[in-house]
């Protein structure tokens, strides 16, 4: 079975403080593709990043760090100096590759980051 | 960067009436796009893949005559709601993926549609 798991519902930070969102996935497949999305309070989906179970490689985009670690299932997600900005809800998701190509994506319940200033 | 258009971003409707949402890709084609549901507070629920020039493939528990989805050409496909009630009030959501990606690229969102049914 494919889920998704974000146990955090809600998460209040004060600006400029680091934090952590968890993503814990389960999947059979042995590829499959990871993403974050953030949906702010306008609705919108922004992609923030993708990432091939072949590649555990961390990646760091500006403020933003991914942590991959396919021996326990987790894609975690951290926000460094946080800003008011970043607040928002945010959604892990699981995509699985079929031959090459995905098909939908499996959202997790996501978690809503209240950054205060 | 890919951009999906979805209209109208918020529609109310009486009760009985259909509703028509449009998904476009205005910067790319996409042969599939996926519909999805999201409630207040809640996750993304997907409803239906949306094919161009084939019939949509729906989730289980979705009903095909109420939610139709016509994906005519590469950068269109539309859902409706027929005879829409209140409990079809929700945040509909579609997304849609750059084919000349080669399929492997990320789904790409529209603003969504706040449905209300009054």
């Known amino acids: 079975a494919q889920k998704v798991t974000q146990a955090q519902t809600e998460i209040s930070v004060v600006e400029k403080e680091d934090v952590t969102l968890d993503c814990v996935y389960e999947?059979?497949?042995?590829?499959?593709?990871l993403f974050w999305y953030k949906q702010p309070p306008s609705g919108e989906l922004v992609f923030l990043i993708r990432?091939?179970?072949?590649?555990?490689q961390n990646e760091i985009s500006g403020r933003y760090s991914w942590n991959f670690q396919k021996s326990t299932s987790s894609f975690n997600f951290t926000i460094t100096a946080s800003q008011v900005v970043d607040s928002a809800v945010y959604f892990c998701a699981l995509g699985r590759n079929y031959g090459g190509s995905q098909g939908n994506l499996i959202f997790g319940k996501g978690t809503k980051l209240s950054v205060k200033p | 960067g890919a951009v999906v258009s979805q209209h109208p971003s918020r529609v109310i409707c009486k009760s009985g009436t259909s509703v028509k949402i449009e998904c476009r890709s205005l910067?790319?084609?996409?042969?599939?796009m996926f519909w999805y549901r999201q409630f207040p507070k809640q996750s993304l629920m997907l409803m239906a893949t949306?094919?161009?020039?084939?019939?949509?493939?729906?989730e289980q528990g979705v009903e095909k005559d109420k939610f139709l989805i016509n994906h005519a050409s590469l950068t269109l496909s539309t859902l409706t709601v027929t005879s829409a009630h209140p409990e079809d009030s929700s945040f509909y959501i579609c997304s849609a993926r750059d084919q000349g990606e080669g399929g492997i690229g990320p789904l790409h969102f529209g603003n969504g549609t706040r449905l209300t049914v009054t």
């Open positions: 910067d790319f084609q996409a042969t599939t």
């Open positions: 990432r091939n179970s072949f590649d555990e």
């Open positions: 949306s094919n161009e020039g084939s019939k949509a493939t729906y």
């Open positions: 999947t059979r497949d042995t590829t499959y593709y």
